[in-house]
């Protein structure tokens, strides 16, 4: 409940900060389109998805989806990488102050922290297998052509180390390139951790087979 409220408040909050401060120039259409093209906002929807999961424990479809172990570990993944990038390149660019500190605070290290701390600590490790890791790749690779793609039609970019305009195609592509790269480690990391805590737990808790095994 705390990784979903944490991460659910600081959505809203930053949402509300862009549309109010972007309504006189590109209105709240285009600022709803911005707001969706940032990774971290959407790493940050999909924990506060399969946080709400976990809390209400719904039977519906949509509800079991998000309680398996692959969907856990690729909200872990992601919000992670939020976390790490934003800490490494992005703090370092800006000084948020009063609300946007609060929403960048919530986004960038609570909820990354809270949620990372979660996944360790539920129990049913041991079911993720190396298809799983690469599987993960699929949407940041997703998201890359996305933020190529809508570059290149409004000449705007998220991040500033994909800024087509700023870095031209080759060291934006090269940076991308890095990026999916660290996306493979990390990936592997945590399918690591997974069997790790699966093998050491594996008496307390049935286990399910592990893909790519």
Request: hydrophobic residues 55%; positive net charge; aromatic residues 12%.
């Amino acid at each position: 409940m705390a990784v979903a409220l944490v991460s659910a408040a600081s959505l809203v909050l930053q949402y509300v900060i862009l549309v109010r401060a972007t309504a006189d120039t590109i209105g709240p259409t285009l600022a709803t389109v911005r707001f969706f093209s940032y990774f971290t906002i959407l790493s940050n929807l999909l924990v506060t998805a399969v946080a709400m999961a976990a809390v209400v424990q719904a039977d519906g479809r949509a509800g079991r989806w998000l309680r398996r172990a692959r969907v856990r570990g690729a909200a872990a993944l992601y919000i992670g990488m939020t976390g790490l990038v934003y800490v490494l390149i992005l703090r370092h660019l800006w000084q948020p102050q009063g609300l946007q500190w609060w929403a960048d605070s919530g986004l960038h290290y609570v909820t990354p922290a809270l949620y990372l701390l979660w996944w360790l600590l539920t129990p049913g490790h041991g079911r993720l297998g190396w298809r799983d890791a690469v599987a993960w790749l699929a949407f940041p690779a997703l998201y890359a052509t996305w933020v190529a793609a809508r570059g290149a039609v409004v000449q705007e970019y998220p991040y500033p180390f994909i800024d087509v305009g700023a870095l031209g195609w080759a060291k934006a592509g090269g940076n991308a390139g890095l990026m999916l790269l660290l996306f493979c480690m990390a990936s592997g990391v945590l399918v690591e951790i997974d069997r790790r805590l699966g093998a050491r737990l594996a008496p307390a808790w049935r286990r399910e087979p592990a893909r790519g095994e």
